[in-house]
């Protein structure tokens, strides 16, 4: 929309302009054919002057200075960045106006000296005339350049929008994993304390029975001697039988403890290789963040630059290849407080000419993420030739 508007403003005031050199054309034109000279030998007729009602020319001039003016009134209402086009396509209307006044001037002198004289200012306007048209070709291709660049800058803001969406996506994936993790171990403990609590219980069990037993063999010695080594015998059998049990129960409980142990070691190294690959995605993450976020600021610049070159104006007789360094200081809104230029470009008019760009040029672009903005921002500015 800023677009088409600045090539409506634009497109008036070179209309504007080209109306001016057509009727300084005709006017030159008149005078050169009013001054022919007469065949030889014929009657010589009275000169006819043609007369040019000035009045005419300054009507129209005045017709579009009051349209001028009240186009100018409908851009106050416009952002700041609208105006400050406006202005730079008025001064340039103005300037326009100014050399053809000039020419005006010239011509109404010209006409009292020699006929040959009007073909110099039948050139002047003609190259007048190329002149408006071959600035008019450089601004419609700075302005398709202007396209493009918001084009590719629309392109960049999408693909990295795209790019964050499968990061997310990835940690978001990585939390699921570790929450599965903590799920495990926290039912590897409770296993843990079951067999911990059955081990103590069949203790327990074990020793209840070895106390019922002591009673009954104290009770079986006051039988008769004949039992004692039966019940002995038997006793012998039993307790080799229970040690038979014990053992096996106690080497069961150490291949269990041993299949614990080594389930937890598993467990123990799955966690800690689960820790390094989200220690290194988290890494990878940070590092594409971090340059996505120097994209992200060099775009900003970019378009700072951008805007101060659109609103930048080289001064008469500043050579081609200059460029310095600016520091901005503007405030929440992009409303510049101070300009500076901490490295000067060796031409004073050049310089001041970037100083004053750069204020034209305020409010100063935003960025997308409100975390880049700065209080002072330091560029380099270096015009296209």
Not at 24 to 29: A, E, R, S, T
Not at 121 to 134: D, H, S, Y
Not at 243 to 270: I, S, T
Request: aromatic share 2%; net charge positive.
């Amino acid at each position: 929309m800023k677009l088409k508007e600045f090539i409506d403003n634009f497109t008036a005031t070179s209309l504007a302009v080209i109306v001016h050199v057509v009727l300084l054309g005709i006017l030159v034109l008149s005078l050169d054919w009013s001054s022919t000279s007469a065949p030889a030998g014929s009657k010589v007729e009275p000169v006819k002057a043609v007369v040019v009602d000035e009045s005419l020319v300054a009507e129209e001039i005045e017709q579009i200075k009051k349209r001028e003016e009240k186009k100018r009134k409908q851009e106050e209402k416009r952002t700041k960045v609208l105006e400050r086009d406006a202005q730079k396509a008025r001064e340039q209307r103005r300037e326009e106006e100014k050399r053809l006044s000039e020419l005006q001037r010239r011509l109404a002198d010209e006409k009292r000296k020699h006929d040959d004289s009007t073909r110099k200012q039948r050139e002047e306007a003609a190259q007048a005339l190329a002149e408006v048209k071959r600035q008019q070709a450089r601004e419609v291709e700075q302005l398709e350049k202007l396209k493009r660049a918001e084009s590719d800058l629309e392109k960049r803001r999408l693909a990295d929008e795209a790019a964050l969406a499968v990061l997310a996506a990835q940690h978001k994936a990585l939390a699921e994993e570790k929450r599965k993790i903590d799920e495990a171990k926290r039912r590897s403990e409770a296993e843990r304390k079951r067999v911990e609590e059955q081990t103590r219980k069949a203790k327990a069990a074990r020793q209840a029975e070895q106390k019922r037993v002591a009673a009954v063999a104290a009770a079986a010695a006051a039988k008769a001697a004949a039992e004692k080594k039966k019940k002995e015998e038997a006793e012998k059998k039993r307790l080799a039988e229970e040690k038979r049990k014990e053992q096996e129960q106690a080497k069961r409980k150490a291949e269990e403890d041993a299949k614990r142990a080594e389930a937890e070691e598993r467990r123990k190294q799955e966690e800690a290789v689960l820790r390094e690959q989200m220690a290194a995605e988290q890494a990878q993450l940070d590092a594409q963040r971090s340059r996505l976020r120097d994209r992200h600021l060099a775009e900003y610049i970019g378009q700072i630059q951008a805007k101060v070159a659109r609103n930048w104006i080289r001064p008469p007789g500043a050579p081609k290849g200059l460029k310095c360094t600016v520091k901005v200081a503007q405030i929440p809104g992009g409303e510049v407080v101070r300009v500076v230029i901490t490295k000067g470009s060796g031409n004073v008019a050049f310089d001041r000419s970037v100083e004053n760009a750069v204020l034209r040029s305020s409010p100063l672009p935003q960025p997308k993420d409100p975390s880049l903005f700065a209080r002072e921002i330091i560029f380099e500015f270096e015009p296209e030739d």
